[in-house]
T-cell receptor, first 115, second 118 residues
Framework: AQKITQTQPGMFVQEKEAVTLDCTYD???????LFWYKQPSSGEMIFLIYQGSYDQQNATEGRYSLNFQKARKSANLVISASQLGDSAMYFC????????????FGTGTSLTVIP | EAGVAQSPRYKIIEKRQSVAFWCNPISGHATLYWYQQILGQGPKLLIQ????????DSQLPKDRFSAERLKGVDSTLKIQPAKLEDSAVYLC????????????????FGPGTRLTVL
């Protein structure tokens, strides 16, 4: 079974609008972390936001927020007020504490911001 | 603080040739990771080191790939001999803590090495 599933290969959003990128995960480990990374065309992976499995509140970092629904095993990324520079690939990742802390990445979502 | 350094940035070789990639993690980071990212896919972990010991190499094709982390700092990843399907970006990442850390152990990625095998 896939550890991380991103079902949206490509998304489009109008500049200044909000967009939600979906991510579901599969784990039986009670202690895990969820990460979102941005990968622009230059190729470098840029860390955006983190949510721990025991965190009571949804994580927020500037224009990024994570909609964490633990029972549904989903960790959707919300980008508010989209900017042209947000156009990139976005990857959801999970780190389980009981498996040597290996990171599992999804297949990514390509976001295009339209002016 | 300097980031994760990788070299070379680009490499083009013919199949059956050998190639090596180098990574210098952020100073003081205990854990180092090598990922393979094929075009259109997410990164796949090849090998994970904590200091100079291997934590996980279950997805490393050991018949052709090898990696080492000398003195728990720099690391090299080698492919010998290369195949067409090895064409990918090879990403190196490091994180501050070791495997006993909590789930938050942010990885910092280098710029990657883009390998093309002809």
């Amino acid at each position: 079974a896939q550890k991380i599933t991103q079902t949206q290969p490509g998304m489009f959003v109008q500049e200044k609008e909000a967009v939600t990128l979906d991510c579901t995960y599969d784990t039986s480990d009670p202690s895990y972390g969820l990460f979102w990374y941005k990968q622009p065309s230059s190729g470098e992976m840029i860390f955006l936001i983190y949510q721990g499995s025991y965190d009571q509140q949804n994580a927020t970092e500037g224009r990024y927020s994570l909609n964490f629904q633990k029972a549904r095993k989903s960790a959707n990324l919300v980008i508010s007020a989209s900017q042209l520079g947000d156009s990139a690939m976005y990857f959801c990742a999970m780190r389980e504490s009981n498996t040597g802390n290996q990171f599992y990445f999804g297949t990514g979502t390509s976001l295009t911001v339209i002016p | 603080e300097a980031g994760v350094a990788q070299s070379p940035r680009y490499k083009i070789i013919e199949k059956r040739q050998s190639v090596a990639f180098w990574c210098n993690p952020i100073s003081g980071h205990a854990t180092l990771y090598w990922y393979q990212q094929i075009l259109g896919q997410g990164p796949k972990l090849l090998i994970q080191f904590q200091n100079n010991g291997v934590v996980d190499d279950s997805q490393l094709p050991k018949d052709r790939f090898s990696a080492e982390r000398l003195k728990g700092v720099d690391s090299t990843l080698k492919i010998q001999p290369a195949k067409l399907e090895d064409s990918a970006v090879y990403l190196c990442a490091s994180s501050l803590f070791g495997v006993k850390a909590s789930s938050y152990n942010e990885q910092f990625f280098g710029p990657g090495t883009r390998l093309t095998v002809l």
